[in-house]
């Protein structure tokens, strides 16, 4: 189990090769959080290069979200504030990373293993499916008023996007 951390100092932890099997390119990591137990992490990671990986399955639940650069997923292009998600066993597209490219990576419940596969495979986990967005252009709104939200001057503190809005 992952320890309980409050903050990071980040100029105090140690950059690491990313840990990114059957990948083309170069990328380092510094490791926020590490499960030394299962491999569940949240890292910083840099892309020194251009960075490929063909489409397959993680073996843990994987989060991705883009800080600076460029990442593209299938036919979809991240900026800034761009998001991913695949649950363990779902079929991920190709990814391409742009070199100079900072992005935060979560696995929960696995380590970085990652099978490679194409779209023809079979589907791993027919009950779960890619979560791909660009956050920056969703519409957020406070759940309680309804009114959007002010992220130029610290938000509120219950921001939900506009399509999962509650019913009035």
């Not at 960075?51 to 593209?72: D, F, M, N």
């Not at 998001?83 to 779902?90: E, R, T």
């Not at 990373?97 to 935060?104: D, N």
Request: overall charge negative; glycine content about 8%; proline content about 8%.
């Amino acid at each position: 189990m992952r320890p309980h951390v409050e903050t990071i100092a980040e100029h105090d932890l140690i950059w690491h090769i990313a840990e990114f099997e059957h990948a083309t390119g170069t990328a380092r990591q510094r490791n926020l959080c590490y499960d030394e137990e299962d491999g569940s992490a949240s890292l910083k990671v840099h892309f020194t290069t251009d960075w490929s990986r063909p489409a397959g399955v993680h073996a843990a639940e994987t989060e991705w979200y883009v800080l600076e650069g460029q990442v593209r997923i299938g036919d979809t292009v991240l900026g800034p504030e761009g998001y991913w998600h695949a649950s363990a066993g779902v079929l991920t597209p190709p990814l391409e990373v742009a070199e100079g490219s900072v992005v935060l990576v979560f696995r929960e419940f696995g380590d970085w293993a990652f099978t490679p596969a194409d779209a023809d495979s079979p589907i791993v986990r027919p009950d779960q499916e890619l979560i791909v967005l660009q956050t920056s252009d969703m519409p957020w709104i406070d759940v309680e008023d309804g009114s959007p939200m002010r992220f130029d001057i610290g938000g509120t503190p219950r921001p939900r996007p506009l399509h999962q809005a509650a019913a009035p």
